[in-house]
C-alpha cells in the first residue's frame, strides 16, 4: 500500500517508516500537516498516518482537509496519538479519522490496524465501483424513461380540427415518469369524434407499456383506427363502431389473463356533431360529468366491468343529447382518490366543486385551474395515481 | 531493563537493527537539544502556553527509547504547560534534562557494546 505519514517529531516519524517500508509498503513522510496536505494533494495514498499535534497545520485540520477532498478512491485515515490525548482522539474520529495508533506504536498493533484498514480499503473501493454502475444503470434508466415518457406524449391529443363541433382541453400528469392513464380525441371523420380516456392499473413502466399499446390500438390523429372504423363492405365507405363494440373489442384482446393481471378502467364516447349526440360506454371508470346551463356538473350514468376482468363481459351503451355551451368531464380516479393533509379523499363532489370554481372561465383555463386547485386541496401530499382530465365544450 | 530504558522493547522496535537505532539516536541527539532549549526558556519566562509544544514533542521522541523515567520527566512539564501551574517547572526542567543526558550516555554505551 502507499502510506503518507505526517509526524514532525523526527524519530517517531522514521521508526514508522522504516517498519512500514519493511513489510513491503512504499511511504512517503511529511515534516508537517501542511506538507502531507501538500503530498495528498500531489499523489493518492491508501493510509495516512497523522499526528495530532504539529505546527501550523495540525493532524485535525489535516483529516478535514483529506475528507473535504471526497473526490477519488478512499483513504484510510489513522491518528497517532499520545495515551492522554483521548479528547483529541475523539475529535480526530468525528473529522473522520478512521482508527488510532498511541505511541510509542507497538509493531503487531501496527500491522493489525494496517490490516483493518486494507479491508476497509477494499471494501469502500468495491461499494465505489458498485456506485458507479448502478449510477451508470440509474442514468441509463432514466434516459430511456424520459425517451419513453416523451413517447408517451407524443400520443396525447393534437392537432384537434375546429370541424369536430367541440372544443376539448385536456390535463395529463403521470405521477411516475410513465403513467398508466391515457386519453386521446380522434376525429373520425366530419361528422363523427371519439374521444376516450382509459386507466390501466398500477403504475410504471409495465401500466405504461399496456396503456401506450392501447392508444395504439385505438389510433391516433395520423391514422385511421381500424377498431374504431368499421369497413361496409364497400372500400370507401367506413362505419364508426359502435362504443359498445369498441368495448367489447378491447375486452376480447386484452383479457387481464394475458396482460400480468392487469387489466383497465375505459370512457369512451363518440360525439355526432351532427345531431349534437355523445354515444359512450363506462367500464369500470368514474362517469363523466355534465355541465349545462350553469348549474352544477352531474354525474352521468354509466357504469361496468373493467376492460379484462371477464372474458365474456358485455357494455351498456348510453346516448345523451347535448346542447351548444354544455360541458363534460371525463376524469380518472386519480382526482377523485387523490387524499389532503388531513387523509380525506377528494370524492365525486369535490371534483365538481373543483369545477366548480372555475367555470365561468374559458374551458382550456377551466381545466389548468381545476388542476391548479386539486394540488392546492391536496397541499404538502403528494399524488399518488395519475392525473388525468379531459373536458369538451360544446361549440355554439 | 537498565534502569534508563528497557532494551528488549527498544530493540524490538529497531526490529534488532543497530545501525537504524544508531540513527535514531543520532536524531535524538540533534532534535532533542533546541527542543531541551525551548523547554528551559519557557521555564525561564514561565511561559506556560510556550512550554507545552516543546515538552509533547519530546515525551513522544523519548517514549520510542522505551525511557519511562525520561519521558515522565517531559510529560511532567507538558502537564504544567497545560495547567499553567508553573511553580515547580524550574526543577522539572532540571530532572528532564538530566533524564534526557542520562538516556543519551546509556544508549550510546548501548551502541557501543553492541557494535562490538
Known sequence: MKILIAEDERVTRRSLARRLQRWGHSVVEAADGAQAWKQFQQERFDIVLTDWDMPEVDGLEVIQHIRGNASGDYTYLIMLTGRSEKSDLVAGMEAGADDFLTKPFDANELRVRLNAGQRIIELERELAAQNLSLSEANARMKRDLDAAAAIQRDLLPRNIPESTGAHFAWHFEPCDELGGDILNVLPLDDRYTAFYLLDVSGHGVPAALLSVTLSRVLGSADSAPSLLLTSDGVASNAVVTSPREVARELNRRFPMSAQQNMYFTLIYAVFDNRELIMRYVVAGHPPPLLARDGAAPTPLEGRGFAIGFFEDADFDEHAIELQPGDRLYFYSDGITEARNADDAMLETDGMIRLIEQSRTRPLDENVAVCVEDLRRWCASVPLGDDVSLLALEVSS | ?116
Not at chain 2, 540533534?30 to 510556550?50: C, G, K, M, Y
Not at chain 2, 534534562?97 to 553492541?114: M, V, W
Open chain 2, 1 to 116: 531493563m537498565t534502569s534508563v530504558f528497557d532494551e528488549d522493547a527498544l530493540m524490538e522496535q529497531a526490529d534488532g537493527d543497530i545501525e537504524f537505532l544508531a540513527d535514531m539516536v543520532t536524531i535524538l541527539i540533534e532534535d532533542s537539544d533546541p527542543l531541551l532549549t525551548q523547554v528551559q526558556d519557557a521555564a525561564t519566562s514561565q511561559d506556560a502556553a510556550a512550554l507545552v509544544s516543546p515538552a509533547h514533542t519530546l515525551k513522544g521522541m523519548l517514549a520510542n527509547f522505551h525511557a519511562p523515567s525520561a519521558t515522565a520527566a517531559a510529560l511532567e512539564l507538558e502537564s504544567m504547560g497545560r495547567k499553567q501551574a508553573l511553580e515547580n517547572v524550574e526543577a522539572a526542567c532540571d530532572r528532564l534534562q538530566g533524564e534526557t543526558r542520562h538516556l543519551i550516555e546509556a544508549l550510546q554505551a548501548f551502541l557501543k557494546a553492541k557494535m562490538t
